[in-house]
């Protein structure tokens, strides 16, 4: 069956590392691919997508995300996180499988300490 | 820039009860969702309306009822509350066809509590 893994359920890192957040889809094609993010008691809104061309797509604050075709993956990255980017991350893809429908990964919780 | 508005912010209710949630959106567009968001779970859909008066069954619509008798709005009933039942549901609208290459709009959530 189609589907959306995020295989960290929760990332601890510092201000001011390094970022990825992980996340693999399972379909034959290439799907559309997102990125959301939940702050607390807030809807998703979205950080970046990708569809086809440059695999390597730039986001909002400083968020990119590359898409990998043989690895059917689409990590998410940030060059340097700061203590506001805490939030829920959920990636997302939009699939043909019976029909069209987009298909949620179970999210990452991301907590940035000082 | 527009908005979607959910009501109510939190629903208590009892086993059994019917419970509606609703949804307004002022960005004028034709798609709209609701999605019910567990913890560890990502989000599910329930049921989608591509158009006024339009309803689609999502992957988990078994226990619920929606209504879509305005373009700006679209409604989502509990049929009989589970004992126990916690769950945040959100509702999200796009522009043209659903499941596509548009973003999704989300409003702020709807979290419910069954006694």
């Known amino acids: 069956a189609q589907s959306v893994t995020q295989p960290d359920a929760r990332v601890t890192v510092s201000e001011g590392a390094s970022l990825q957040l992980r996340c693999k889809y399972s379909?034959?094609?290439?799907?559309?691919l997102f990125w959301y993010v939940q702050y607390q008691r807030q809807g998703l809104q979205l950080l970046l997508k990708?569809?086809?061309?440059?695999?390597v797509v730039q986001g909002v604050n400083g968020f990119e995300a590359e898409f990998s075709k043989s690895d059917s993956s689409f990590h998410l990255r940030k060059a340097s996180v700061h203590w506001s980017d805490s939030a829920v991350y959920f990636c997302?893809?939009?699939?043909?499988?019976?029909?069209?429908?987009?298909?949620f990964g179970q999210g990452t919780i991301l907590k940035v300490y000082l | 820039g527009g908005i979607i508005t959910q009501t109510p912010k939190f629903l208590i209710g009892q086993e059994g009860q019917k419970l509606t949630l609703k949804c307004q959106q002022n960005?004028?567009?034709?798609?709209m969702y609701w999605y019910r968001q567990d913890s560890g779970k990502g989000l599910r859909l329930i049921y989608y309306?591509?158009?006024?008066?339009?309803?689609q069954k999502g992957d988990l619509s078994e226990g619920y009822d929606a209504s879509r008798e305005k373009k700006s709005s679209f409604s989502l009933t509990v049929t009989s509350a589970q004992k126990n039942e916690m769950a945040v549901f959100l509702c999200?609208?796009?522009?043209?066809?659903?499941?596509?290459?548009?973003?999704?709009?989300f409003g702020h959530g709807t979290k419910l509590s069954v006694l």
């Open positions: 999200a609208s796009s522009m043209g066809q659903p499941f596509s290459n548009e973003r999704l709009f």
């Open positions: 379909y034959s094609g290439t799907p559309y």
């Open positions: 990708y569809y086809s061309g440059d695999p």
């Open positions: 997302a893809a939009s699939i043909t499988s019976s029909g069209q429908k987009l298909v």
């Open positions: 960005f004028n567009h034709d798609t």
């Open positions: 309306s591509i158009t006024e008066n339009d309803l």
